[in-house]
């Protein structure tokens, strides 16, 4: 019980929701991975405010972090990667998961039957239903499969952007670090309609986006003219809505690097608001733009997440 005045005011600014709700947003389901109950787990973020715990690593992993999270094309699977390099897949609500080996940044083919991946600083197709993997390029990171399935695209040395065709010809360079005001490449994502892609550059600390062609390079955040005016730690993991009308992402800062949140802003950088907030780490947020486990899902224990946390202040970018 709370008897000082003071102390109770300040009790009620710390008693906030972590889960804020889409203003704009035309999907409002999403996937995410959170450490607030010590160690990471994915997370069901459901009609605005539910959130359901659906998946914890098997116990010889517990304590390693889940990144890349990505939402099979028919939405009944997700793949991800733990920071040690082990790839797995598991349903969308969270049961029958299965270890693929070694490897990280996983991205499903439109099809659904094949993920390009990375494995010790190279690119790699594996068929899902055979596990037969077949290399597909030396030197790269971040590999995202076009939606239109035309194009697996990924950076190299950290500068330049690639594209080729999923049997792994046509290599081509679309994008050059070097020649913009952008310094350095570290993630790239695809819209769904396969004309742009966004990118997290400059030591995650920028998000922008490019045509696919490496054309028409705008600046979203912070700083749309392109010149860093607010110190922004960390951005990463930029996931779009399935119209193409909204990004995701996730970004702290913080210096401590576990304290991480999950924003949403349009397209174009505007309207840039907190999805999901806390003091732990909330971050690889996927839409679900599919729902197709969402009434198995359901069926596990909701979690309101009304707990005492830190204030979220930092609304102003």
Known sequence: ?????????????????????????????????????????????????NVIKIFTLPKEFECK??????LSPDGRYIAFSLDGG???????????HMALGRGHSPSWSPSGSQIVFVDN?????MDIRTLAIKK???????????????FIAFIRDKKNIILLKPDGSDQQTIFEAELTLVKQLARISWSPDSENLALITDGRRRICVVRSDGKDLRFLYPDPDGQILVMTVGVDYPC??????????????SENQNDWDIWIMN???????????????????????????????????????????????????
């Open 86 to 96: 082990e790839l797995f897949i598991i349903a969308s609500n969270g049961t029958n």
């Open 267 to 317: 397209h174009d950088g505007t309207e840039q608001q907190k999805v999901v907030c806390s003091s732990a780490y909330e971050g690889n947020p996927v839409f679900d733009n599919i729902r197709y486990n969402v009434q198995l899902i359901k069926s596990k224990k909701i979690e309101k997440w009304s707990m005492i946390k830190r204030k979220c202040l930092d609304h102003e970018l």
């Open 136 to 150: 597909l390029a030396d030197n790269g990171l971040s590999p995202d499969w076009s939606p239109d399935g035309k």
């Open 1 to 49: 019980m709370i008897k000082d005045k003071s102390a109770k005011m300040f009790f009620l600014l710390y008693l906030v929701m972590i889960v804020t709700s889409f203003k704009s947003a035309k999907c409002e389901s999403i996937f995410f991975v959170s450490d607030k109950d010590g160690c990471n787990a994915i997370y069901y973020m459901e009609d605005k405010v």
């Open 121 to 125: 600083g190279n690119i790699y197709i």
């Open 65 to 70: 972090r889940i990144i890349s999270l990505k």
């Open 240 to 253: 779009w809505s399935n119209d193409g009308s909204k990004i995701m992402f996730m970004k702290t800062k």
